[in-house]
């Protein structure tokens, strides 16, 4: 308008019309001041509507009834409903609210879990394994655990020993005994030599009970399990310390996950875990948190974890991979927790819509902690018993953004 103006009056000056008739045309064609087309708010249901809105945000404003440029009807603003130019409220109708499809939930106290995933490896009990080994020279007589794998009971025997080192113990712990001029204390020497030699106590109960002495002797199992190693044959020859057997009580097992360094500060010792093999895909398995290793690897960057768990039917061996899932979380203690859906996350701030009744919604920075499920803690932002917007958010922030963008360019009044 100001251009087509500019230019008749350059037409005009052009053609030689003085300057009496240029300013009866700019006098004819300036815009009637706002006031004058402004007529008096109607009233509607007792209430007075001060205004009409833009309905998609937009900051303009109209005295009376009207229509925006793609045919939406400017919404009215009542009395009492009139929002600081710098909050990020936004005021919709129920209309509105209905073909958005906006629903809000309350912020409540919940137990939360969450699964830390990662994978490891079965392992034998470190407790649980056991070596057999000899204090005294000897040769191997007889093997009854003759094969790696064999099941052995505690206090079965696995092997007979020959030894003529053993003789001598015994003959002498028994001359003690009969002797009647034995001096004080002397076969209470004699019974000690035979279990620092680490003389089976059966064998050292026969002795008492008026045994004779003899080169041979059981050598028994210190616990159940099965025999995981066995270097000596028959016949061969055994010094003082060397390994007969190693055995492992299968009853337990350990799972070594990896757990990356990002999720440590969540695992607790005694938390509950759930365990997968891809031996046996359609069972299920349960242990707890035992220890937390000290160290981070640096090539994966992950902490080693130890699950111990319960293995009666010994399905579970050695290096088998295992999936797991450690349940984190205190579930003991309920904590006000917001939806997932509710949060909307722009990477340096979380920011919820608060409900705030008739139409009205707020949008508001929260404090979160980590996701359990489908939802989040909260730390701080919002209370316990304050409603939050769980669907519709995206399109909701979007108008309270825009409509804030839009009122940090137009100037209040007195700065025009």
Do not use: C, H
């Not at 209905?98 to 309350?106: D, K």
């Amino acid at each position: 308008m100001r251009a087509r103006t500019l230019l008749f009056a350059a037409t005009i000056a052009l053609a030689g019309i003085g300057a009496g008739a240029a300013g009866a045309y700019f006098a004819m064609n300036r815009p009637a001041p706002a006031s004058d087309a402004a007529t008096p708010p109607p009233e509607a249901g007792g209430r007075k509507i001060l205004y009409y809105r833009n309905p998609m945000g937009a900051p303009d404003t109209s005295p009376v009834p009207k229509k925006d440029s793609m045919g939406m009807d400017y919404l009215p603003v009542y009395e009492g409903e009139e929002q600081p130019d710098d909050s990020g409220a936004v005021t919709l109708s129920p209309q509105r609210i209905q073909r958005l499809g906006v629903r809000s939930e309350m912020v409540e106290r919940r137990m939360l879990t969450r699964p830390v995933r990662a994978t490891g490896t079965v392992q034998f009990d470190e407790r649980r394994q056991t070596i057999v080994a000899l204090l005294f020279e000897g040769w191997i007589e007889r093997l009854v655990a003759s094969a790696t794998g064999d099941k052995v009971r505690r206090g079965e025997a696995l092997a007979t020993i020959y030894s003529p080192a053993l003789l001598l113990a015994e003959q002498e712990y028994v001359l003690t005994r009969r002797s009647a001029s034995t001096v004080a204390g002397l076969e209470a020497v004699a019974l000690q030599r035979l279990r620092v030699l680490r003389v089976p106590e059966p064998e050292i109960e026969r002795l008492r009970r008026g045994g004779e002495p003899r080169s041979m002797v059981d050598i028994p199992a210190p616990a159940d399990g099965v025999v995981l190693e066995k270097p000596v044959i028959l016949g061969m020859r055994v010094r003082p310390g060397d390994m007969l057997f190693k055995l492992v009580d299968l009853a337990s097992v350990w799972v070594i996950a990896d757990v990356p360094e990002t999720e440590l500060a969540d695992i607790r010792i005694g938390q509950p875990a759930a365990i997968a093999t891809v031996a046996w895909p359609d069972a299920s398995f349960t242990g707890t948190v035992g220890y937390i290793y000290p160290a981070v690897a640096r090539e994966t960057r992950t902490v080693r974890v130890r699950i111990e768990l319960a293995n009666p039917e010994e399905r579970l061996k050695a290096d088998m991979l295992a999936r797991v899932e450690i349940m984190t979380g205190d579930s003991a203690v309920a904590v006000p927790a917001v939806p997932e859906s509710a949060v909307i996350d722009s990477g340096t701030r979380r920011v919820v819509l608060v409900d705030k009744g008739e139409g009205r919604f707020e949008p508001r920075a929260v404090k979160l902690g980590r996701r359990a499920g489908a939802y989040y803690p909260v730390v701080e932002g919002v209370a316990e018993g304050e409603r939050v917007v769980v669907s519709a958010t995206f399109l909701i922030d979007s108008e309270s953004n825009l409509r804030a963008a839009l009122r940090s360019f137009t100037p209040r009044e007195g700065e025009r």
